[in-house]
């Protein structure tokens, strides 16, 4: 059974720092963070392909670095000058290779708050 988990959401000041991890139960190939805000669709923040190239959303860019490591099935999510803006519960998103073939999971989420 293929597992994401997330941790490292909480409650932040605005200009503070948090840094969310997603780990795999198996080996993954292109991973991302994805956030939804109450009322909102959800958005893609970031994503890494497993050579570790990157692209962001501009709302963060210079603001969060996305990262992997491969060896751990883990990828990271480094958030610098957080803004009350980016409340959201963050989610996971990977290709997980399980039974022969990868395909697309989710994780649980995780709440990230920042409070003005």
């Known amino acids: 059974q293929v597992q994401l988990v997330e941790s490292g959401g909480g409650l932040v000041q605005a200009g503070g720092s948090l840094t969310l991890s997603c780990a795999a139960s198996?080996?993954?190939?292109?991973m991302a963070w994805y956030r939804q805000a109450p009322g909102k669709q959800r958005e893609l923040v970031a994503a890494i392909t497993r050579g570790g190239r990157t692209n962001s959303a501009d709302s963060v860019k210079g603001r969060f670095t996305i990262s992997r490591d491969n060896a751990k099935n883990t990828m990271y999510l480094q958030m610098n000058t957080l803004k009350p803006e980016d409340t959201a519960v963050y989610y996971c998103?990977?290709?997980?290779?399980?039974?022969?073939?990868?395909?697309?999971?989710w994780g649980q989420g995780t709440q990230v708050t920042v409070s003005s």
């Open positions: 198996g080996r993954t190939n292109n």
């Open positions: 998103n990977a290709d997980v290779y399980y039974s022969g073939t990868y395909n697309n999971y």
